[in-house]
């Protein structure tokens, strides 16, 4: 057991918190393979430590040994963990949660007003067919503690059936998570065999039924993963004068926007954009939904103005490779109208910077 729960009952613990005013965080696991793991990584780190002795007491229960009270709490989960405030719950989370995720969640017990990421947090079940943040979680954590065989299991099953049965994961499939694949395929050989033979099979059905967008997206993201951008890009030259095709281009743009950029093909990137103050509208959004209060909870103050001004700087330079894009693509009126709404956004002098500065000359 962690040293952060402490060797008393519940009743006893609830009403130790409420004389003290503080959060009551009851934690329920049992012998499956997630709730232990969560026990040795999770629990054991040293910012959840810090987090539960200045705010909380902290217990944990083992549903099968304590049956009655798991069913006092209504625990139909587990892993699961349970906040009590004043002798009443108050709220709870299900499902596989590392250490971000329940530092996330705990910061949040606070603020009356949930903000979207404190909502995509609550959406575990436990049940790793259906969670797919929670299986997501627990696959990570797995590749972090190097069980690599048991990371390749989750990867593999995520990554042929997340979207399906989360389709709000479509873009945490094709991003984070498959840069943690990348990760998983370098340090583990069957998992790379296992990757790219999901990735040779991708492309035949691609090729077989050359209208399905996400196939393609697909062969795309896991051709990035084993270093084969030749590969996509010589697809690329050859359907993108196609109408037929543009909907498949299209669709796995972002990536192919990416990657062209790194080859310095600018005027191809300016093609890509079917609606360029759509784009930056959505960069300038990704700025205003940073969570800044959420990190004030968890960052120090220099950390906090850091990432500030990183999010910042992020948006200024997608602002100016927009612009330039677009003017090495020929479409002048649309780089007129970035430059104009990117100035609008944000008139400081580091932005006029940003879109003075020509990365097609650069490269």
């Not at 095709?245 to 990657?259: H, K, Q, S, T, Y």
């Not at 759509?278 to 906090?304: C, G, V, Y």
């Amino acid at each position: 057991m962690s040293e952060v729960f402490q060797p008393i009952a519940f009743d006893e613990a609830l009403a130790q918190a409420k004389a003290k005013g503080v959060w009551l965080i009851v934690a329920a696991t049992a012998a499956d393979e997630p709730a232990r793991l969560m026990d040795t990584t999770t629990w054991q780190n040293k910012r959840v430590a810090a987090w539960i002795a200045d705010n909380a007491i902290a217990i944990q229960i083992d549903v099968d040994a304590q049956r009655a009270l798991a069913a006092k709490l209504r625990i139909n989960a587990v892993p699961s963990v349970l906040a009590f405030k004043n002798g009443k719950e108050k709220d709870r989370v299900a499902g596989f949660l590392e250490t971000a995720r329940l530092l996330m969640w705990l910061v949040s017990l606070d603020r009356d007003i949930k903000t979207v990421y404190d909502k995509h947090i609550r959406q575990g079940t436990g049940d790793l067919e259906t969670d797919m943040h929670g299986r997501l979680s627990f696959a990570k954590e797995l590749l972090r503690g190097e069980e690599h065989a048991k990371a390749a299991e989750h990867y593999v099953w995520l990554w042929q059936n997340m979207e399906k049965v989360d389709p709000d994961m479509r873009g945490v499939r094709v991003s984070f998570m498959a840069s943690e694949m990348k990760t998983l395929i370098g340090a583990h050989a069957p998992a790379h065999d296992q990757f790219q033979t999901i990735r040779d099979e991708t492309g035949a059905a691609a090729d077989a039924s050359p209208k399905e967008v996400d196939l393609r997206r697909d062969w795309v993201v896991l051709n990035r993963l084993f270093g084969d951008d030749d590969r996509t890009l010589a697809w690329f030259d050859r359907v993108k004068g196609d109408p037929d095709a543009d909907p498949v281009v299209r669709n796995a743009g972002p990536i192919l926007i990416e990657l062209l950029k790194a080859r310095g093909r600018w005027a191809d990137v300016g093609r890509l954009y079917r609606d360029p103050l759509k784009e930056l509208a959505f960069q300038h959004e990704s700025l205003a939904h940073t969570n800044l209060p959420m990190m004030s909870e968890l960052l120090p103050k220099d950390a906090l103005a850091t990432v500030e001004k990183m999010m910042h700087g992020h948006f200024r330079k997608a602002a100016g490779e927009l612009h330039a894009s677009l003017r090495a693509a020929g479409r002048t009126a649309d780089a007129d109208a970035v430059r104009a709404e990117a100035l609008r956004l944000d008139p400081s002098e580091e932005m006029k910077q940003a879109l003075d500065s020509d990365p097609v000359r650069q490269t």
